[in-house]
């Protein structure tokens, strides 16, 4: 009966998983769609208006797909820009600060040392640690004058 190892077998693991793989020639297929749609723009354009009125009309329309094709702005494509501006602009930007609920004014005046104390644990008042404090001090301040 033969057992195949399976701790010697390696796997291939991906490098570039942020970077868009080109399908058509050196551009990638989104690339490819926006040239397509100016392409198809400009030949509507071109067979259904006038001189004038196709340059007034298709080419800004042509220049937006072609810009939204290969412009990239800090590293991210014009696309994700514009469409993160109409998010900006079209939802609602008003954030609510909610104030936490403020205590009965009886409860507030209740003295805070009514906290049950853990079995076993002594309570210290702040003038027991103030002298265990100076004693600590001192005690290390005289370990150093003795070495």
Not at 48 to 65: D, E, K, M
Request: charged share 20%.
């Amino acid at each position: 009966m033969y057992i195949r190892d399976y701790s010697v077998q390696q796997y291939q693991v991906p490098q570039f998983i942020d970077i868009e793989d080109r399908i058509i020639g050196p551009l990638t297929l989104k690339q490819f769609m926006y040239l397509l749609g100016a392409a198809a723009v400009a030949l509507v354009g071109w067979f259904f208006l006038y001189i004038p009125l196709f340059i007034l009309f298709a080419v800004p329309i042509i220049a937006v797909f072609t810009a939204m094709a290969f412009v990239k702005i800090n590293g991210r494509p014009l696309p994700t820009i514009l469409m993160n501006a109409i998010n900006y602009y079209l939802k609602p930007r008003l954030y609510l600060w909610r104030q936490a609920k403020e205590k009965h004014p009886a409860e507030a005046q209740a003295p805070a040392s009514k906290t049950p104390a853990l079995p076993g644990i002594p309570k210290i008042s702040e003038s027991k640690l103030a002298d265990l404090a100076w004693s600590l001090d001192i005690k290390e301040k005289i370990e150093r004058e003795h070495k």
